[in-house]
């Protein structure tokens, strides 16, 4: 059996592996573009959205008789095997690509083309049954069908980074149930601050994570809106009337979502704001989710000459020459994903401003920066869950010793003892190195019945009224 056939294209022929699904044009791209690690096949999600723009496509063109029945169920089957995480192997190219995403429909074009040549029992690359071009790309530009399945494959990312997401936020609720009879110093400046409680502070991790959910399904509802039909530059030239909207109601009809045309064509076809919007969205969720790891860092550091509030699951030995040294290596690999995925923002922002007239040629890198942001903060967030938050403890008694160390707690006295007073009480803390309780109780300002029901958890915590008068 011979070991290669025979392609071609506008630049001549080339020998294509006998067994592959791809042909001439992929070839060119493994060729031409061996850029990075970063492979088509390696995004299951984007590979769906382009069986699925296929589909929406065939379904069009079926419709309006530019295809026969042949053919047309050929490359649905095709299609499906697709989405179902068949033939992977035969998207070996590299997302990062000249050409504006050409490589990548052609890929997909290709595998389509001669997987439904197999159904219909024909040999591979004898394209006269179903040609990449004429049929399965029939009624498209790589300018239309490329960002479409780029905007449906992050849709479906979108979609599993909420539930990652979620079990993050979950397991930080369920460490503020844990915790919420802890006080423990709020700080502020890195300066003791007033009281709290350690419950409130794993509240507050879980709260602005929440907050997140909202921007992020603002920024993916614009994958929603796609620019089918637009063709080359937006005027739907090769494609016949009333294409688009067939296509984009068979893409609603096979996804299930409510995906619509865009309004103006050739305005949508050189624009990605969708993109720069949805990586802007991954940002801020990173920024938050930084913050977190670097509090959880400064809680936990220690374990004896650090704040020590909690303590972080030991995973690892943290030194090849200290011994007993253990380092907070989830919240460290936990950041460094945040600062991959604001890098990655700044990517996708300057390829955004990058679009001329009708095209922008950047598209390849924008969309391999917003899946991978997406994949890295699932991947982090899942880590960051199962080997950190989860195995997390308090140390409540070096948190209570804390409290009644700070100079801080004077400020919970203010409103009952006053500013006057309260200063006193701060000064002499600060100059003697004693503590607030004992100073309090030392001046007679307060019996110890009363400072303890002012520093009572339920009474730092939130706004209350205590009927209780100092004594001088």
């Known amino acids: 059996m011979n070991k290669f056939r025979i392609g071609s294209d506008l630049i001549g022929e080339k020998e294509i592996p006998a067994d592959a699904l791809y042909d001439v044009q992929t070839l060119r791209c493994l060729e031409n573009f061996p850029i990075s690690h970063f ?13 699925i723009t296929k589909m929406g496509a065939a379904e069009a063109n079926h419709e309006l008789g530019l295809i026969t029945d042949e053919v047309y169920k050929a490359i649905m089957q095709a299609c499906r095997e697709i989405c179902e995480g068949q033939h992977a192997e035969a998207f070996p190219i590299d997302m990062i690509q000249g050409g504006a995403g050409t490589s990548t429909n052609m890929n997909a074009n290709e595998v389509i083309a001669n997987r439904a040549l197999q ?24 300018n239309d069908a490329y960002p479409t399945a780029a905007h449906i494959g992050l849709y479906f990312t979108h979609l599993d980074l909420l539930k990652h997401l979620d079990l993050l936020i979950k397991s930080f609720r369920a460490k503020s149930a844990e915790f919420a009879g802890i006080l423990k110093m709020g700080r502020t400046q890195l300066e003791d601050a007033v009281p709290m409680t350690l419950g409130q502070t794993f509240g507050g991790f879980a709260s602005i994570l929440e907050d997140e959910v909202k921007h992020l399904n603002e920024a993916a509802a614009d994958f929603l809106t796609v620019n089918m039909g637009a063709t080359a530059i937006g005027t739907g030239i090769c494609s016949e009337p009333g294409y688009a909207e067939k296509c984009v109601a068979a893409l609603a009809k096979i996804t299930g979502w409510p995906v619509e ?42 374990p004896r000459c650090g704040l020590g509030e909690i303590n972080l699951p030991e995973k690892q030995p943290g030194s090849s020459i200290m011994p007993g040294k253990v380092n907070p290596v989830i919240p460290e690999v936990m950041t460094q994903i945040c600062y991959k995925v604001m890098g990655n923002d700044v990517c996708v922002t300057m390829s955004g401003e990058a679009a001329q007239m009708e095209l922008n040629a950047m598209e390849p890198v924008m969309i391999q920066c917003c899946f991978e942001s997406a994949e890295l903060l699932m991947n982090g967030f899942d880590t960051l869950r199962v080997n950190c938050i989860d195995g997390i403890t308090a140390n409540a008694d070096r948190c209570e010793a804390y409290i009644k160390n700070s100079i801080g707690i004077v400020t919970a006295l203010n409103p009952i003892i006053g500013y006057k007073h309260s200063t006193k009480i701060a000064k002499k803390a600060k100059e003697t190195g004693r503590g607030v309780y004992e100073l309090v109780l030392e001046e007679g300002i307060l019996s110890k019945e009363e400072l303890d029901t002012i520093l009572k958890p339920e009474n730092m915590i939130k706004p209350v009224k205590l009927d209780i008068k100092p004594r001088k």
């Open 39 to 51: 492979h088509l096949n390696e995004y299951p999600n984007y590979l769906k959205g382009l069986a």
């Open 119 to 142: 159904i219909q029992g024909y040999e591979l690359g004898d394209f006269k049954h179903c040609w990449p071009n004429d049929d399965v790309n029939c009624s498209q530009s790589t």
């Open 261 to 302: 045309l865009s309004k103006d064509l050739v305005g949508a076809t050189s624009d990605t704001s969708c993109l720069v919007g949805y990586s802007a969205a991954l940002k801020r969720l990173a920024v938050k989710a930084s913050k977190i790891s670097n509090d959880l860092r400064l809680l936990a550091s220690g």
